[in-house]
């Protein structure tokens, strides 16, 4: 089949969505490798990996589609693809408007803090990590009388406990130790909420509180919070763009699966 797009305004807009895409791709493959490989990485350079194929090559892949319709399996198969796709782009635009409307959701009166940790570096706390302290060290430093629960535990490849790197960025920052308590056991989300929960259990707190963490993360804490009876608001830290899409694709997978999982 000729090129019948070459030359043309479609041609030239399939060229600079090949290019976009292709530049998705590395992003994905160069995120994932200077920071740490997850399932966000893969579906991404799946993704744009085939787009890229696609927009660059739409006449080869014109002649494939119609080879495939050509015969029964070939137009199982199509059906199928075409179907899945329809259904995966309906839910992840679902659960993104979701994610979204999750990101800020502030208490009318003050509440105790829950920071949620991730990846301590040798040197200090990751970016991600840093954002989440910062955003919360600015909400209490506005609600003086609220304390916090510093969560997470210590991964085999971090100098020390999440909610110690937590208790201490708080500390430079000028908040008083005395409002701070260490949560250092949790391994995940689900353990982040539920020891915290324990904790405002133990010194006669509300069940409810201000659950700080990236952006993205915010939808799936708060469905882990209901469901373990914590009453939960949200104060989002931004993620480093270039780290986003990579951590929001994953989520969709995360609260997917924490959609269908029974309590």
């Known amino acids: 089949m000729a090129n019948i797009f070459k030359g043309t305004f479609p041609g030239v807009c399939l060229l600079f969505l090949g290019v976009l895409s292709a530049a998705f791709f590395l992003l994905f493959l160069i995120t994932g490798i200077r920071t740490k490989f997850h399932t966000g990485n893969a579906v991404g350079m799946v993704m744009s990996g085939f787009l890229t194929l696609v927009f660059l090559f739409p006449n080869k892949t014109g002649d494939i589609v119609c080879r495939l319709w050509g015969n029964g399996a070939g137009r199982v198969f199509l059906i199928i693809f075409a179907s899945l796709a329809v259904v995966s782009v309906i839910t992840a635009v679902i659960i993104s408007a979701a994610m979204i409307r999750a ?4 208490p009318e009166k003050p509440a105790n803090v829950i920071i949620l940790g991730c990846r301590v570096k040798e040197n200090g706390p990751s970016l991600m990590l840093d954002k989440r302290i910062e955003a919360a060290y600015e909400y209490l430093s506005e609600n003086p009388d609220v304390i916090c629960i ?3 535990g ?3 490849d971090e ?3 999440e909610a110690e790197c937590i208790r201490q960025g708080l500390i430079r920052r000028g908040i008083s130790p005395d409002r701070i308590i260490l949560e250092d056991k949790s391994v995940n989300t689900y353990e ?4 915290s929960l324990e904790i405002l259990d133990s010194i006669g707190a509300e069940r409810r509180a201000v659950i700080v963490t990236s952006e993205f993360h915010q939808l799936r804490a708060s469905m882990i919070s209901e469901k373990q009876g914590l009453e939960s608001y949200s104060v989002s830290s931004r993620t480093y763009l270039p ?3 990579s951590y929001w694709i994953r989520e969709w997978f995360a609260v997917a699966y924490e959609w269908v999982k029974k309590g």
């Open 103 to 106: 990101m800020d959701r502030r």
């Open 159 to 161: 100098p020390m406990s």
């Open 154 to 156: 210590r991964g085999d």
């Open 150 to 152: 510093a969560s997470g």
């Open 192 to 195: 982040n909420i539920r020891n």
């Open 243 to 245: 780290l986003l899409p």
